[in-house]
């Protein structure tokens, strides 16, 4: 697969949507997901699954992409995007539940995580987050997927966002946790108010060479201690924190984090072909695909309140509110609330 994003297939799609689309997308879809009770996916305690049936490897664009696969081969496709410093195990209990209910679910290692790997070693590591949203894109075509349900949190939120925001016709619809996420390295230089600013410590200690090694060396603890303080009533058992704590071994994750942090700030370039998605996400595009947001009553992340990004969505849209406890990882703390989200918004 060409590093760039293949445009010409894309056309060639374009034409034969109108045809194709209803048949293989939209009746499809809505018919898995109707034909099954599931539709209120059944009960299922967060924990209850360990690991995932099938891992695979493709390559896609830049990337030889890891990836969780589960469900039917030809049901409608949903795309679920972990964050950091988690991986695709924040989807262990909502993938079977999805499958359930008659989708093909597919969970990729973002770069610098799992199994993911460049193809070239000459690749820059580069973790701004308009690369992430074109590796997902190229992911798609690798996959001959023309069209998903995309839902993510944190930086798979974010790169959720910037998907339906450039790529619109690739996406049947999002759930995105804490809602909008897209920025830009100008806004990020507009200071924020003490509090606010005491929440991001981590992203100003990313800032100096003293972060970059102290991340290196104490990753692991680093984790822990985000997982902690951003879901604080989230009892996670020392299995599951290693289970996922395995993906930040990956040898370029330190590179990926540390850029993606000292980009926001404008402290590191990006790539200039990289730079029209920047220009157009940094005007805050409304997005247009329909969308549910979601919230944890007790996220303990730096996130926007809802009422800050209603407007940011034209399409149909509803917020959620998860009460119980609920902190930054949502899908892997409330799993059925999660897959609930993911069918009720490919019915909009």
């Keep these: 697969m060409s590093e760039q994003i293949n445009h010409h297939r894309r056309r060639f799609f374009g034409m034969t949507a109108v045809a194709l689309a209803a048949v293989e997308f939209g009746v499809a879809g809505v018919a898995a997901a109707q034909a099954s009770p599931a539709a209120s996916p059944s009960d299922v305690k967060a924990g209850t699954n360990t690991s995932f049936e099938t891992l695979k490897q ?53 770069r610098g995580y799992g199994t993911t790997r460049f193809l070239d070693d000459k690749t820059v590591r580069n973790g701004q987050p308009s690369a992430l949203a074109a590796d997902m894109i190229a992911l798609l075509d690798a996959l001959d997927v023309e069209k998903a349900v995309i839902a993510g949190y944190d930086w798979g939120g974010r790169t959720a966002n910037i998907m339906a925001a450039l790529w619109p016709e690739r996406c049947k619809a999002m759930v995105s946790v804490s809602g909008y996420l ?4 100008e806004a990020n230089q507009k200071p924020l108010p003490p509090k606010a600013e005491l929440a991001w410590w981590y992203q100003f200690y990313f800032a100096t060479e003293r972060g970059r090694l102290g991340y290196e060396s104490n990753r692991h603890d680093f984790a822990k201690l985000i997982w902690q303080t951003a879901s604080p009533k989230w009892n996670f058992d020392d299995a599951t924190f290693d289970r996922s704590a395995a993906a930040f071994d ?47 009553d007790a996220n303990g992340a730096p996130h926007p309140e809802p009422s800050a990004y209603a407007g940011k969505f034209s399409g149909r849209y509803e917020h959620r509110t998860i009460g119980g406890g609920i902190g930054h990882n949502l899908p892997q703390e409330a799993p059925q609330a999660f897959a609930q989200a993911v069918i009720d918004v490919d019915r909009f």
């Design 182 to 185: 897209i920025g830009s390295q």
């Design 58 to 110: 493709v390559k896609a664009g830049v990337l030889d992409i890891g990836y969780a696969e589960a469900g039917k081969a030809d049901g409608p496709v949903v795309l679920l995007l972990h964050g950091w410093p988690y991986d695709i195990y924040s989807f262990v209990d909502v993938a079977p539940l999805l499958a359930s209910a008659g989708y093909r679910v597919i969970v990729p290692y973002l």
């Design 250 to 296: 990956n040898p370029d994750h330190v590179d990926i984090v540390i850029h993606n942090y000292r980009w926001r700030l404008g402290l590191a370039e990006g790539e200039a072909k990289y730079d029209a998605y920047e220009e157009t996400l940094a005007a805050a595009p409304v997005i247009s695909v329909p969308t549910i947001t979601m919230e944890g």
